[in-house]
DNA sequence: ACTTTGACTATAA
DNA sequence: GTTATAGCCAAAG
């Protein structure tokens, strides 16, 4: 381990930021995922809290990959912009229209089923 | 220690 | 299909 340090407090955040670089490029996923992964299937509302320090974490974390289970850009607006969000997501190739994820579901990434479907 | 808040989700109407 | 309400858990004030 070793690897950041961070405050004892933040230990649910870190897991949190560590999910959520590991969305690969390209593809989104939920809080709600993100937060069942951990076991903490009823804490969606703090993967989104923690988000709010993820600006601060090293390395960055891909904050716009993660939106709520409806594909919407709920937290486009905390980031620097209100159209940052969108437009990193375009850039992988996903497309957004008024401020939800076109095919979300194509696009959609849920941590457990993918490390469950590699074995 | 108590109250408020929040980048959510599930259920009901 | 949408809108409204309640539950949820942890951090911040």
Redesign the pocket.
Known sequence: MAKIKFKK?????VQVYEVTRLIPYGRVT????I?RFLG?S????????A?????TQVPPVP??R?V???GQL??????ATPTE?QELLEMEGIKVKNDTVVNFHLHYWEPATMLEDLE
Request: no cysteine; hydrophobic share 35%.
């Open positions: 407090s933040d230990d649910f955040f939920s809080y709600g995922a937060a903490h009823r804490a969606s509302r703090m993967v989104g809290y988000m709010n320090n993820a600006h904050a716009h993660v709520n289970r409806n709920s937290g486009k607006h905390h980031f969000m």
